[in-house]
């Protein structure tokens, strides 16, 4: 019964930028960490960025690092990813996921327990 919505995506240009979020609904998920993932026709999902409960501590792709920030305000049961100077490497569906209990920052997918439906990012040359 644990649901967690991502919005934001859409249709940018190279250069641009999206602010993505996830909403959290049924429980709480102030105590995990929160990830971003995505999906590239043809391509594995892979790892974007995590941040931690708290919020404190946050790891990123090497992808993504410098021009990509996630954060998240647990009064919401939101997390969000900024990402900047898109690029069309950066075209995929983008999912948000909620760590399993006694993990702190995973970076694969088996580290968590709940995903959401995905959002489109789209990055025209």
């Known amino acids: 019964q644990a649901q967690l919505v991502e919005s934001g995506g859409g249709l940018v240009q190279t250069g641009g930028s999206l602010r993505l979020s996830c909403a959290a609904s049924?429980?709480?998920?102030?105590?995990?960490?929160m990830g971003w993932f995505r999906q590239a026709p043809g391509k594995e999902r892979e790892f974007v960025a995590v941040?931690?409960?708290?919020?404190?501590?946050?790891y990123y792709a090497d992808s993504v690092k410098g021009r990509s920030t996630i954060s998240r305000d647990n009064a919401r049961n939101t997390v969000y990813l900024q990402m900047n100077i898109l690029t069309p490497e950066d075209t995929a569906v983008y999912y948000c996921?909620?760590?399993?209990?006694?993990?702190?920052?995973?970076?694969?997918?088996?580290?968590?327990?709940?995903w959401g439906q995905g959002t489109q990012v789209t990055v025209s040359s």
């Open positions: 941040i931690s409960g708290s919020g404190h501590t946050t």
């Open positions: 996921a909620a760590a399993q209990n006694g993990y702190t920052v995973p970076l694969v997918p088996t580290g968590y327990q709940y």
């Open positions: 049924g429980r709480t998920f102030s105590s995990n960490a």
